[in-house]
T-cell receptor, first 110, second 113 residues
């Protein structure tokens, strides 16, 4: 069964801390997505990657294909980063369906 | 820049009532999806469409029907609402090429009493 697991489930940190959220999957993928969901619901795509590393502002996403693992890092965290971060993967035999992790709820305290 | 628009944003139904959720996208995307999101669980795919006039079942299709009569619109219907269908429903769209990000609507919060 293709599964996506995220850790931690919940994370509370102080403003300015370096944040790491992890995502593991069970079989080979064609791409991994990181998305952000703010309180109030809207879901926004942050990154899509199939190898290496991508950076956008204070957000960095990495993926290790051999270890079937990805991390999302937030540098100099800020209360506005408080959100649910969701990992999802697509598999080679299905280019339109994603398998979703349950999400990591991040709270950054001022 | 509308992107993906869902209507309504909130709705309360009584058990047994029917309703239709509308999703509209203005990005000329081929693929459209309906998900439900429940506490503590990842998004679950209800139905999806890979083009105008086509629909297919996702992970949790029971109790729902869909139609894609126009490329820009994807409708989700509940024929006889049940309390188990209380959830937040998200519509998303993507273009037809491999590994493209999905663009989401703001969600519809549906409560079935």
């Amino acid at each position: 069964k293709n599964e996506v697991e995220q850790s931690p489930q919940n994370l509370t940190a102080q403003e300015g801390e370096f944040i790491t959220i992890n995502c593991s999957y069970s079989v080979g993928i064609s791409a991994l997505h990181w998305l952000q969901q703010h309180p109030g619901g809207g879901i926004v795509s942050l990154f899509m990657l199939s190898s290496g590393k991508k950076k956008h502002g204070r957000l960095i996403a990495t993926i290790n294909i051999q270890e079937k693992h990805s991390s999302l890092h937030i540098t100099a965290s800020h209360p506005r980063d408080s959100a649910v971060y969701i990992c999802a993967v697509s598999y080679p035999d299905s280019n339109y369906q994603l398998i979703w992790g349950a999400g990591t709820k991040l709270i950054i305290k001022p | 820049n509308a992107g993906v628009t869902q209507t309504p944003k909130f709705r309360v139904l009584k058990t047994g009532q029917s309703m239709t959720l509308l999703c509209a996208q203005d990005m000329n995307h081929e693929y459209m999806y309906w998900y439900r999101q429940d506490p503590g669980m990842g998004l679950r795919l209800i139905h999806y469409s890979v083009g105008e006039g086509t629909t297919a079942k996702g992970e949790v299709p029971d109790g729902y029907n869909v139609s894609r009569l126009k490329k820009q619109n994807f409708l989700l219907g509940l024929e006889s609402a049940a309390p188990s269908q209380t959830s937040v429903y998200f519509c998303a769209s993507s273009d037809g090429t491999r590994n493209q990000p999905q663009h989401f609507g703001d969600g519809t919060r549906l409560s079935i009493l």
